[in-house]
């Protein structure tokens, strides 16, 4: 019975010294300083000013302001086109096309009937010439008739501006009330089919040259209908999107250098989107693009780099720093000890980092943190424990 109590008594010890060693073992775990490292590369936070030069890429497209719509202020037909294609080039006063348009015939023949027969009537001759010009006759145009006494059958359209001719989508020919084209009807000679809810309408087919005009010769038109549009190519839009984390430091008037083949072109930012679009992490700005060289085109991919704001603050290398996704910490050596420590950061530029709080230019960081992070017998019980 004594040998058996001694047993008891031994085995109890046993057990409590085991349970001491294993509650040292992890409160030795707990402490990341236990943890020596040694011959690890660091460096010492900088506090400095650092001027952003953001790289972005973008395209170049048109600039809105220079559309000029040719529109015609009166319903008719035409009848000779002299513009055909898209991007086709005109200069301001090149005949566009000729219109027929009953309207304006009456105008033209009261007019007439007026000077030959009531010529001291000056109150409805200068009605009748308004009325012309109103519906677009010029007063050349109004003094040609009035010497010819001939009523003009087909009006010419001129161009308002130099630049080259783009398409309006909306541009569809349609059948005029109680009008058929001479020859053939509508259908057969535009080979379109016809348009629910416009009675025996047509609209224009996909033409094989895809730089054709939608407007075609024998096309009937709307009053007030945009038939095609000139843009005036002299200036341009540049459109650059950044990530919106750098949206801080870019404003309106800010220098911007794109390149080109003939080499820099120096603009400034017009305009910044102040908003992020759905699903999109970046934020999109307008150039306004000087082309009177005519060095860019329509379309054409460009890189470009804006010069932002002067940030000034503590930096440290990016390699310095790991992200767990709700912080951001680094590693601090001390004594030869480490311990990692969290910091709230800023942005990325120059694979240097901006922190806002949590370091001072005294303190030693590791500056490749990643070899640490891989580190089980530190990372776990020492990052565990950062509140």
């Not at 003939?262 to 699903?279: C, L, M, N, Q, T």
């Not at 000034?312 to 290398?317: K, N, T």
Request: glycine content about 8%; hydrophobic content about 35%; some cysteine.
């Amino acid at each position: 019975m004594m040998r058996y109590k001694i047993f008891l008594l031994s085995l109890a010890a046993f057990f409590n010294s085991c349970v001491r060693n294993n509650q040292q073992h992890q409160a030795d775990r707990s402490k990341p300083e236990q943890v020596k490292v040694e011959h690890l590369k660091t460096i010492h936070p900088e506090r400095k000013e650092v001027q952003l030069i953001i790289p972005v890429n973008g395209v170049v497209t048109y600039d809105p302001s220079q559309f000029e719509n040719i529109s015609s202020r009166y319903m008719g037909r035409i009848e000779k086109l002299f513009v055909k294609y898209k991007n086709q080039s005109v200069t301001k006063g090149e005949k566009l096309f000729d219109i027929y348009c009953p309207e304006m015939m009456t105008g033209q023949s009261d007019l007439l009937y007026l000077l030959k027969n009531d010529p001291e009537n000056m109150d409805l001759i200068h009605q009748a010439r308004q009325k012309l010009i109103l519906l677009g006759l010029t007063e050349h145009q109004i003094e040609m008739i009035e010497k010819s006494g001939q009523p003009n059958y087909m009006l010419g359209i001129y161009s308002p501006v130099s630049g080259f001719t783009i398409d309006n989508e909306n541009t569809t020919a349609f059948q005029a009330k109680d009008q058929k084209p001479s020859g053939t009807s509508a259908s057969s000679s535009m080979g379109g089919s016809a348009i629910p809810g416009m009675g025996t309408s047509n609209s224009i087919t996909t033409s094989p040259m895809v730089n054709e005009l939608q407007m075609r010769e024998g096309m009937y038109v709307r009053q007030g209908q945009t038939l095609f549009r000139i843009v005036k190519g002299n200036r341009l839009w540049g459109i650059f999107k950044i990530n919106a984390d750098k949206s801080p430091f870019i404003s309106v008037s800010q220098s911007v250098d794109i390149a080109t083949d003939a080499g820099v072109y120096k603009g400034k930012i017009d305009f910044v989107e102040p908003v992020v679009r759905s699903g999109d992490k970046t934020i999109t700005l307008r150039v306004l693009i000087d082309n009177h060289s005519g060095h860019f085109k329509v379309g054409q991919l460009v890189n470009a780099s804006i010069y932002g704001n002067t940030v000034r603050g503590i930096w440290i290398p990016r390699s310095a720093v790991i992200d767990l996704g709700n912080k951001n910490i680094v590693f601090l050596k001390a004594n030869d000890s480490v311990q990692p420590r969290i910091v709230l950061t800023g942005i990325t530029y120059e694979n240097n980092v901006l922190v806002y709080s949590g370091l001072n230019e005294n303190d030693q960081v590791i500056e490749e943190a990643q070899y640490l992070y891989d580190s089980d017998t530190f990372i776990k019980p020492g990052i565990k424990n950062l509140k």
